[in-house]
């Protein structure tokens, strides 16, 4: 039988007119199936998008196409002639906006560049909040019910990670970003309008996320997960290398903050509740050494200290 992977694509503005059901419905189809969905017409305007996407290559170019270079040179990847899976094939950097912004700390950014970004983050930010509501609608949970999970005693934390991937001469050999769930709540990617990269896998198989000129990619993290009490999914995605042109991607977490108390919805759990439950700068401080190994043991071992130390040894110190 042939496989369905029509990649879900979400037109925002159908949400204030008659297709408004058929709308909501295939964002709970996307959750509950895919862990991923991409959105149009979302109201951002096309000329700010361009031109993050533009001065974060200029960016690249000027100020982190050195150290990349240098990276390969001293971990020794610039002949690649054995498969190589303890790095990645990207450049990044990281912004934050929430609880307090870091944007100001950065080196090297211009003021443009700068002022694009917390346009850009604050309309992100705003959009995230939405999303979690039109999540909450379709759980059946109240207005504001995700936010103020989020929110713990000082707000959610907001960050974005700007990422380039670089042309690789031997794709087969190492992947842009290995294979992960986010450990997170909501996130919103802008991806670059050519190259593509993006992958995530369903029902066994790697299914490219590809790229659609002005759109932002939705998934869902671990926590969503948890909190949802296995409803909706965190996925695993991947980004692959490609010979020809540098990918460029602006990925944005919206977490909970690092107090915030994170358990299944209690309107959605069930006797036999199988996500635990607890304070989400655990799970981050889990998550740090073992974020390329499936979530499963780490759902575990959020249940069981014992499980935590076995699973990482250095989380376990600081947090039990
Ligand atoms: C991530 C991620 C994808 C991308 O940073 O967690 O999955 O396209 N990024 O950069
Ligand atoms: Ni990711």
């Known amino acids: 039988m042939e496989k369905n992977i029509k990649f879900p694509v979400v037109d925002l503005s159908k949400l204030a007119g008659e297709e408004r059901n058929q709308t909501m419905a295939l964002i709970n189809d996307a959750c509950e199936n895919w862990g991923f969905f991409e959105i149009v017409n979302h109201g951002f305007p096309h000329d700010l998008m361009d031109n993050v996407e533009k001065m974060t290559k200029e960016h690249y170019k000027k100020s982190m196409e050195q150290k990349f270079n240098d990276m390969l040179k001293s971990k020794g990847l610039e002949k690649l002639e054995t498969e190589v899976e303890d790095v990645d094939w990207e450049s990044t950097f990281y912004l934050r906006h929430l609880p307090q912004s870091n944007l100001y700390d950065i080196p090297d950014m211009s003021d443009e560049y700068r002022m694009a970004m917390k346009d850009f983050g604050k309309r992100l930010e705003n959009l995230a909040e939405d999303l979690l509501d039109l999540l909450c609608e379709n759980l059946g949970l109240e207005k504001g019910y995700l936010k103020k999970v989020f929110h713990g005693t000082k707000g959610p934390t907001f960050g974005t990670k700007v990422s380039n991937y670089p042309p690789c001469p031997k794709p087969e050999m190492i992947k842009g970003l290995r294979a992960h769930t ?36 939705i998934n869902l993290g671990d926590q969503l997960e948890v909190i949802t009490n296995g409803k909706y999914k965190s996925v695993m995605h991947r980004v692959v290398t490609q010979k020809e042109g540098n990918r460029m991607s602006i990925a944005s977490f919206y977490n909970p903050g690092n107090d915030a108390e994170i358990s299944p919805a209690s309107s959605l759990a069930s006797k036999e509740t199988e996500y635990p439950s607890f304070v989400f700068d655990d799970y981050m401080k889990l998550y740090a050494g073992v974020k390329f190994q499936a979530k499963e043991p780490r759902f575990e071992a959020m249940k069981n200290a014992s499980l935590v130390t076995e699973l990482n040894p250095a989380a376990a110190v600081e947090t039990f």
């Open 182 to 217: 986010d450990a997170g709540g909501i996130i919103l990617l802008f991806q670059d309008d050519k190259v593509s990269g993006l992958q995530l896998l369903k029902d066994g198989d790697w299914i490219d996320v590809p790229p659609l000129n002005h759109s932002i990619v």
